[in-house]
C-alpha cells in the first residue's frame, strides 16, 4: 500500500455563522422516480462551501408554534384537544441534507437560493416531496465543515453514489470557477429510475468519461456513470467505474488527482481503500443519523485515528470518536475506523 502526499492544508477555523431560518419553497422538482430537486428561497443566508449541509424541519412551521394547553379529561372522554403530531405520523426531529448548490439572489444581500435533493424514503421526506412553491420550510445552518479543493494544475475525482451525488454537484459548480483545476465525475446508483441526474447521451459502458450528464457538463465536468444492474453507462458498482479509470487515466507523473466522495458507507469504504492502495488523497463525506447538528446530541459518533495516542481523548489509545457534524462531515479516508 502505497502512502498519500501530505494532506491539503485545511482552512482556518470560522466562528459558527449558523441560525434558524425561515426558508420559502422556490422549487420541488421530481428528478426520478424517488428523488426530488428542492430549491429553498431564504433571505440573509451565510456564506456556504461545498461539503456544508442544512437541517431540515420536516414539518410545518407554523404547527411549531402552537402553545400548549391543558384540559380535563374524563374516562371514555375523546380527547379533542390533541397536537397534529399526535394524531398522524410526524417527524419530529430535523433531517440534515448536504447542500447540492446555491445561487446568490440578485439585489437581496446575502439572500440565497438552496439546492436540496432527497429520495422519499420516510415519513420526513415524504413530507418534503409534498411541498409546493410558497410553502414555508425551517432550517438549520449552514452546518459542517468544508472539501478542501485541489491544488492549481490538480485534478478532483468527483465520486457519488445515490443521495451522495448532491454534494458533488456544489463542489462541481464550485470548481467550474476556479482556473486550473480539472474534474471528472463518478456517479453510481442502483438503476437508472434512481439515478437523480439529466442524461443528455448514452454514457460509456467502458467507464470512459462523457458530457453526458447535464449538470455536470454545465460546470464542464465529464461523468461516467454506473449502475448496479447495467440499465444506464457502466454495469457495475461505481467503485468498480473507479477502478478501470484509474487503470487507464492514473497519470505516472505529475500532480496525482485526489478523490471526494460521498454515498452509502459500503461504498465510500471501497473508495478510501481504492485510494490508500494507490497513494491517492481521498476526502470522504460521512453519512450518519444527525438529531442536532451542532454536537450536542452526541449521535453521530464516528471512529478516527489518533495522531498522538498519548494524548487525550482516550489516552493510550491510538483511536478516539470524532462527530459527523462538527468535526465532519468531511474526514480525510486516512484517517477513518469504519
Excluded at 485545511?10 to 422556490?26: C, L
Excluded at 379529561?73 to 384537544?81: A, C, H, K, Q
Excluded at 462541481?172 to 438503476?191: E, I, N, P, S
Excluded at 485526489?258 to 465510500?268: F, Q, R
Aim: proline content about 12%; glycine content about 10%.
Amino acid at each position: 500500500m502505497k502512502s498519500p502526499p501530505p494532506h491539503p492544508q485545511q482552512p482556518p477555523p470560522q466562528p459558527p455563522s449558523r441560525n434558524q431560518f425561515i426558508a420559502t419553497v422556490a422549487a420541488n422538482t421530481p428528478l426520478c422516480r424517488e428523488h426530488f430537486r428542492l430549491a429553498l428561497s431564504v433571505p440573509r443566508f451565510p456564506p456556504t462551501a461545498p461539503g456544508q449541509f442544512v437541517q431540515v424541519a420536516c414539518n410545518d412551521v407554523d404547527a411549531q408554534d402552537q402553545p400548549l394547553g391543558e384540559f380535563d379529561w374524563r374516562p371514555g372522554m375523546r380527547p379533542e384537544r390533541l397536537h397534529s403530531e399526535m394524531l398522524s405520523p410526524t417527524a419530529m426531529l430535523r433531517r440534515p441534507f448536504s447542500l447540492a448548490g446555491r445561487r446568490d439572489v440578485p439585489g437581496d444581500a446575502g439572500g440565497a437560493e438552496l439546492d436540496i435533493i432527497h429520495r422519499v424514503v420516510g415519513i420526513g421526506t415524504a413530507w418534503l416531496a409534498k411541498l409546493r412553491v410558497g410553502d414555508r420550510v425551517g432550517i438549520l445552518g449552514p452546518l459542517g465543515n468544508v472539501f478542501v479543493l485541489p491544488p492549481p494544475g490538480g485534478t478532483a475525482l468527483l465520486v457519488g453514489g445515490g443521495v451522495g451525488i448532491p454534494p458533488m454537484l456544489y463542489l462541481a459548480a464550485h470548481l467550474a470557477g476556479l482556473a486550473g483545476r480539472k474534474a471528472v465525475a463518478l456517479a453510481g446508483a442502483v438503476t437508472r429510475e434512481l439515478l437523480p441526474l439529466t442524461i443528455t447521451a448514452p454514457p460509456s459502458a467502458a467507464a470512459q468519461p462523457s458530457q453526458c450528464i447535464a449538470e455536470f457538463a454545465a460546470c464542464g465536468i465529464p461523468t461516467v456513470v454506473a449502475t448496479d444492474d447495467g440499465t444506464c453507462g457502466f454495469r457495475g458498482f461505481v467503485t468498480q467505474a473507479l477502478e478501470v479509470y484509474l487503470a487507464s487515466e492514473l497519470p505516472r507523473g505529475g500532480v496525482l488527482p485526489i478523490i471526494y466522495t460521498c454515498g452509502p458507507e459500503a461504498m465510500m469504504k471501497r473508495v478510501a481503500d481504492i485510494a490508500l492502495h494507490r497513494g491517492l488523497q481521498c476526502q470522504v463525506a460521512v453519512e450518519r443519523a444527525m438529531a442536532c447538528g451542532m454536537g450536542t446530541c452526541q449521535s453521530c459518533c464516528i471512529r478516527v485515528r489518533k495522531k498522538d495516542p498519548a494524548k487525550p481523548p482516550l489516552p493510550g489509545s491510538d483511536w478516539c470518536y470524532r462527530l459527523a457534524c462538527t468535526d465532519g462531515p468531511i474526514f480525510q479516508a486516512a484517517e477513518l475506523l469504519w
